[in-house]
């Protein structure tokens, strides 16, 4: 299966996806890149998105993600009952 950001892009046309799990490293364009394009498209502008990431954060990519992520999940400790309590906190929009 191809999994990386320009083919979500793509399947956001026929899709309305209520929450975005997000990796930061993929191929061809990484989550930085999608996420950019993500939040410019008007009706996604407050759909959550949940970073699961196995990536180190630097300062910069707080920066960049910063106000417009809900939640950032390090991969190296989310066992699957941390990422549904990441998951109850939020709310629907």
Do not use: W, Y
Not at 7 to 19: D, R, Y
Not at 25 to 37: A, Q, R, S, V
Not at 72 to 88: F, N, P
Request: with cysteine; hydrophobic share 40%.
């Amino acid at each position: 299966m191809n999994s990386d950001g320009l083919f979500a892009l793509n399947a956001l046309k026929s899709c309305e996806p209520g929450l975005v799990l997000l990796d930061l490293m993929m191929p061809e364009m990484d989550g930085f890149e999608f996420l950019k394009h993500f939040r410019e498209i008007e009706r996604f502008a407050k759909t959550p998105v949940i970073i699961l990431t196995a990536k180190e954060r630097t300062s910069d990519d707080r920066n960049a993600l910063s106000g417009r992520i809900s939640q950032l999940v390090s991969k190296s400790d989310c066992a699957i009952t941390h990422l549904l309590e990441q998951l109850r906190t939020l709310k629907p929009a």
